[in-house]
């Protein structure tokens, strides 16, 4: 489709202005905010992934990108935390320590605010002393850990492992996500699920909301939170 081309477009060049342009004739000409921003603006940060993995785009060049889908997630999700109820479960959110990265991050937690979740978002570089101290406070059912570089993967196993040591794990459901984890890899570190993307996210944890009742209200005889 021509819209979501001329908004990958606009992204892989770094041009803010135009990727602006680009989301709103899209939005104006009917197209789904979720593929504006899927199929358009994440599919143009693939491309410059792609390009800076091989050392066809520098750093400056991604950044300038990043600032472009940045702007354009802005104004396809303007609104979409509107319409808030009761909150279904609480999640506390966070990127991994030493990751910066965010978007995908803030994407979720926006999809699962909008589908009633409530989120606590800790922000980027997240220590595990963090997230337990977001735990203790929070009491959430959910712990949700972004990561997007293989170099900094292996801390989300650090702050399940610290999570046991504070005595806290079974009392909260681990799920990560991020571009380099799969669902293998939340296996082997003993994450509870894999979240392939924020829509596919928010919909398997509302699938899971009954199972996640019934064995958090055994672990927390706290009754119907969920
Ligand atoms: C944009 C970007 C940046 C921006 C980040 C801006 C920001 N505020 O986030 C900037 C320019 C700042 C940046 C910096 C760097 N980056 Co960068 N960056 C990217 C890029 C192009 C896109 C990431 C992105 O935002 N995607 C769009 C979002 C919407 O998708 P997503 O993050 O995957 O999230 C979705 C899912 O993964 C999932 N999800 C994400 N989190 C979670 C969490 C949960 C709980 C769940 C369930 C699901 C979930 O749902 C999301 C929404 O659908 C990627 C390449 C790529 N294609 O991923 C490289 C990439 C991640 N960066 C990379 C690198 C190397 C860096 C730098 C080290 C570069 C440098 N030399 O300084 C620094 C890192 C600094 C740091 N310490 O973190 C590498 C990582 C390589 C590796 N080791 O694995 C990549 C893969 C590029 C590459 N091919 O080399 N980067």
Redesign the pocket.
């Known amino acids: 489709m021509e819209q979501l081309k001329n908004i990958m477009d606009a992204v892989v060049a770094g041009n803010i202005g135009e990727t602006k342009d680009a989301v709103r004739q899209a939005l104006d000409k009917g197209t789904a905010p979720v593929d504006v921003i899927d199929k358009g603006l994440?599919a143009g940060?693939?491309v410059?992934?792609?390009q800076?993995?091989s050392g066809e785009m520098f750093?400056p060049e991604?950044?300038l990108?990043?600032a472009a889908?940045?702007e354009g997630i802005t104004i396809a999700t303007k609104g979409m935390e509107k319409g808030q109820y009761k909150p279904k479960a609480t999640i506390v959110?966070g990127t991994i320590k030493?990751?910066?990265?965010?978007?995908?991050?803030n994407?979720?937690a926006l999809l699962l605010r909008s589908r009633g979740f409530e989120v606590i978002d800790l922000g980027i570089d997240i220590h595990e002393e963090q997230f337990i101290s977001a735990i203790r406070e929070h009491t959430p059912e959910l712990l949700?850990?972004?990561c997007?570089?293989?170099?900094t993967m292996m801390g989300m196993k650090d702050v399940i492992n610290a999570l046991t040591e504070a005595g806290l794990r079974d009392t909260v459901k681990v799920?990560?996500?991020?571009?380099?984890v799969t669902q293998e890899f939340a296996s082997q570190i003993g994450a509870d699920y894999y979240?392939?993307?924020?829509?596919s996210?928010a919909t398997l944890l509302e699938k899971s909301l009954a199972d996640l009742e019934k064995s958090l209200a055994d672990i927390k005889g706290k009754g119907q939170r969920i």
């Open positions: 994440v940060l693939d410059v992934g792609e800076f993995g750093l991604m950044i990108s990043a889908a940045r959110l030493g990751d910066l990265h965010d978007m995908g991050k994407l979720v949700g850990m972004s997007l570089m293989t170099t799920i990560i996500g991020g571009c380099p979240g392939r993307d924020a829509g996210t």
